[in-house]
């Protein structure tokens, strides 16, 4: 007797659960259009921006290898906000390295705005050198 309740309350549960899955007001993943598909596979992906592009900009103006400091809009912390900013500029200026603690003699400074900019390094003790954007440019140590 035990065995066959155990057996219907399984089945009821299972059948609750597609139930439930069938009744989802989620659509299902749907695949991209055929000639997207293609086009994607055989490298034909000119339209999409490049990973990173948005440090483009920086790249004729920083030394290809080295290190040099990165400062965003707020001092680094590992589960801060900021940080796919940092994980995204690196992963662009490979081989170089990014020092999210300011101490290198040049720094790329990526923030909002320039009052950020300038707050922070004030901040940090460097100067801007070269402004390429509003809060965006390159610094060096004072």
């Not at 990526?110 to 707050?119: G, P």
């Not at 460097?126 to 060096?140: I, S, W």
Request: charged fraction near 20%; proline fraction near 9%.
């Amino acid at each position: 007797m035990r065995f066959n309740i155990r057996n219907i309350l399984g089945y009821a549960f299972w059948a609750a659960a597609a139930w439930l899955i069938v009744r989802s007001p989620f659509p299902a993943a749907q695949n991209p259009p055929r000639e997207a598909a293609a086009q994607l596979l055989l490298g034909g992906d000119k339209d999409l921006p490049e990973f990173g592009a948005t440090f483009a900009p920086f790249k004729p103006f920083l030394p290809r290898k080295g290190r040099i400091s990165f400062i965003m809009d707020y001092p680094f912390h590992p589960y801060g906000t900021t940080i796919e900013q940092l994980y995204t500029a690196q992963s662009y200026l490979v081989p170089l390295i990014l020092n999210p603690e300011p101490g290198e003699k040049q720094a790329l400074v990526f923030c909002s705005s320039a009052a950020v900019a300038e707050r922070r390094l004030s901040e940090t003790g460097y100067r801007m050198t070269m402004v390429l954007a509003d809060g965006k440019g390159l610094a060096e140590k004072i």
